[in-house]
């Protein structure tokens, strides 16, 4: 499971841009928490508070317990928005967390024991299709990553979600179709792939370029 975060906020007083461009020339970060059954509140958090946390890597599917004056209250990060030149946060939308309630995040998967992969030994290629799976997970519960062996994976093996054994509290948010998550295929494969698809893309251009006109001889 993801590490439980801090962040420390205050009530915000005030809503409207000027408000929010005042908040952010004192090194402030407008944000709204939402959900539940309670009305949205807005607030204001330390950008630098923020930034640390957003290095961390697992922001967006950690808890963040946001300390309101004493009053801790339990959310998921749902969006970070940036300024579009300094990459630096403008405002955070919190999702308020209900005990016991099922939250939709995105959990980066990773692969273990390639060593003991005879496909990859062999010079095949691990083509990643998702990088991230979509679960439905408990909020207490939220791993950190999807770690996917592929012990015994050959050239042309496939690794679907049903392959996957997900942590407990967890399950798959796609449930209508058994989708691939990566395949092993031979380096020449993938190359002739690629080749493929660069070609598609240049017929494509050069349907797009209209003919030269032919000037018919004069009668």
């Given amino acids: 499971m993801s590490d439980q975060l801090t962040l420390t906020a205050e009530a915000r007083e005030r809503a409207g841009k000027g408000a929010s461009r005042a908040l952010r020339r004192e090194g402030r970060v407008p944000a709204v928490i939402y959900g539940g ?22 922001f967006s599917n950690s808890i963040i317990m946001i300390d309101m004056g004493g ?55 691990l083509n990643v299709v998702r990088h991230e799976l979509e679960l439905v997970c408990e909020a207490d519960k939220i791993p950190a990553e999807i770690e996917i062996d592929v012990t015994g994976k050959e050239v042309g093996d496939s690794i679907h979600i049903s392959e996957v054994a997900l942590p407990k509290g967890s399950e798959s948010a796609i449930t209508d179709r058994d989708f691939t998550i990566a395949t092993l295929v031979a380096p020449s494969a993938l190359k002739k792939a690629e080749g493929a698809a660069a070609a598609e893309g240049e017929e494509a251009e050069a349907d797009e370029v209209p003919a030269t006109e032919q000037n018919g001889e004069d009668d």
């Fill in 37 to 58: 059954k309670e009305e949205p509140q807005t607030i204001h958090v330390e950008e630098r508070a923020l930034v640390k946390l957003l290095n961390t890597g697992h």
């Fill in 71 to 125: 009053k801790p209250v339990q959310t998921l990060p749902k969006d970070v928005a940036f300024h579009p030149v300094t990459d630096r946060p403008t405002h955070v939308d919190f999702l308020r967390l209900a005990k016991g309630a099922k939250v939709d995040v995105a959990v980066p998967v990773t692969f273990v024991n390639e060593e003991a992969a005879p496909g990859l030994k062999k010079g095949g290629v």
